[in-house]
């Protein structure tokens, strides 16, 4: 396998600043014309914002079987159904404070909420915005996350989501002189950070941040946190397709977290044991419609490549990491699924700070070789391939 001739990852971790803006010095490709050319909405994803969130929130099973929880809560927060898990005498109030962490940071975090730091950024992208320190905290660790990942994982790619209508669910295909007028407001390297002062401020006006890849993870760090300093050393954080588990089951064996199956079975696709890491999945499965062209129907998902302004087409339909980081597990899954398995395979090469489980739209299921002996394959899906270090 070998690199994408474009992107850079490791020598990205310091802002490669071109004249084209952006962050891997790879310019954006011009968006070929016609491809979208004649297309119409046909079928609006199925799933509304509630049944969406029931679905993301069955991306990834725990698979349970050992003693019923000490203390358990659901909360709809972040678009998502969350399930909060915790054992041991002080479970119940761990949870109630993660509970509380949630909900101050979806009110800091939601791009739709126009009362929140980012609601406030968008509204007004090029004053400096005065924000939370936990906002700022995140801002400058997603930032570094896209340089890392060489751009394909960009907080300013809301005008694309925007445009495809996946904030509202008023799906619309935006035309190729759209997307490449829109392309030339994405790029993370025109977000500025002061952290001195406490601000944020963009630098070209309809620039517009979206922290939909990052949020819940960032979120899954802070509750294990929280519930780990109030003496919870067993508990299982499930925020929709983010799952951070603290610490084993409380019999001491590793929580089993199953992957789900992204070609619409009702199966899965294998099993990760894990004890205090994260286990999060983005796949295109997850929000999309579909536009018929020439009587073919064409799915257009909600991860959308920062360089071409499309959903992305890395021939992959599900991506999952594997990291002691929530944040960096969130914003990687969605970069690998942007960049696709040959590059992200050789990311993982040169990085080797997650493991992955790679879903590709023909079935094939491949892992990295650090998921050896934690990974089990189900009877859907009882082949994988290995990726390794050669
Ligand atoms: P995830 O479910 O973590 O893969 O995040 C996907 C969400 O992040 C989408 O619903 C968009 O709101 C946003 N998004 C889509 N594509 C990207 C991208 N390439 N980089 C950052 N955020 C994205
Ligand atoms: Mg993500």
């Known amino acids: 396998m070998t690199t994408h001739p ?17 962050v891997s010095g790879r310019p954006h490709p011009a968006v070929s014309p016609g491809v979208y050319a004649n297309m119409k909405v046909l079928v609006k994803n199925k799933f ?38 915790a054992y041991g005498d002080a479970a119940g109030a761990a949870l109630e404070s993660a509970r509380a962490e949630i909900l101050r940071l979806e009110a800091l975090l939601s791009a739709t909420d126009p009362d929140s730091d980012i609601g406030r950024i968008n509204a007004d992208p ?15 660790e997603a930032v570094s996350l896209s340089e890392a990942s060489g751009g394909a994982v960009d907080m300013t790619v809301y005008p694309l989501v925007g445009a495809y209508g996946f904030p509202s669910g008023e799906y619309i295909l935006p035309s190729d002189t759209e997307l490449a007028a829109l392309l030339e407001l994405v790029g993370c390297e025109m977000v500025v950070l002061d952290g001195e002062a406490g601000t944020v401020s963009l630098e070209l006006d309809g620039m517009a941040i979206d922290l939909g890849a990052f949020a819940k993870g960032y979120a899954s760090d ?17 925020l929709g397709g983010n799952v951070k588990a603290v610490g084993s089951k409380p019999e001491g064996s590793p ?7 992204p070609l619409g079975g009702t199966g899965y696709v294998g099993v990760i044991e894990v004890s ?6 983005s796949g295109s499965y997850e929000r999309y419609f579909d536009v018929e062209t020439d009587g073919e129907l064409r799915r257009i998902h909600h991860i959308i490549d920062p360089y071409t302004g499309r959903p992305a087409e890395g021939g992959l339909v599900s991506v999952t990491v594997v990291s002691a980081d929530g944040l960096l597990a969130d914003a990687y899954s969605t970069a690998l699924f942007v960049m696709g398995l040959e590059e992200a395979s050789e990311f993982w090469r040169v990085t080797r700070n997650f ?16 998921l050896e002996g934690s990974y089990f394959p189900s009877d859907t ?4 391939a290995l990726i390794t270090t050669q």
């Not at 020598?11 to 803006?21: D, F, H, L």
């Not at 679905?55 to 809560?73: M, T």
């Not at 493991?355 to 650090?370: K, L």
């Open 126 to 140: 090029t004053a400096k915005t005065p924000v939370d320190d936990s906002t700022m905290e995140l801002l400058l």
């Open 276 to 281: 205090d890491l994260a286990v999060v999945t």
């Open 48 to 85: 509304t914002r509630g049944g969406l969130a029931v679905l993301l929130a069955l991306a990834l099973l725990p698979l349970s079987g050992c003693k019923p929880a000490e203390a358990e809560i659901i909360i709809t927060a972040m678009d998502t159904v969350m399930v909060l898990t």
């Open 6 to 22: 474009g992107r850079c990852y490791d020598i990205c971790q310091s802002r490669t600043i071109s004249g084209e803006n952006n």
């Open 255 to 261: 929580w089993r977290v199953a992957v789900k199956d």
């Open 222 to 238: 802070r509750c294990a946190e929280i519930v780990s300093g109030l003496g919870v050393t067993s508990a299982l954080l499930m």
């Open 355 to 370: 493991e992955a489980v790679f879903v590709a739209e023909d079935g094939e299921v491949y892992i990295t070789e650090g």
């Open 381 to 384: 899906y009882p082949e994988y």
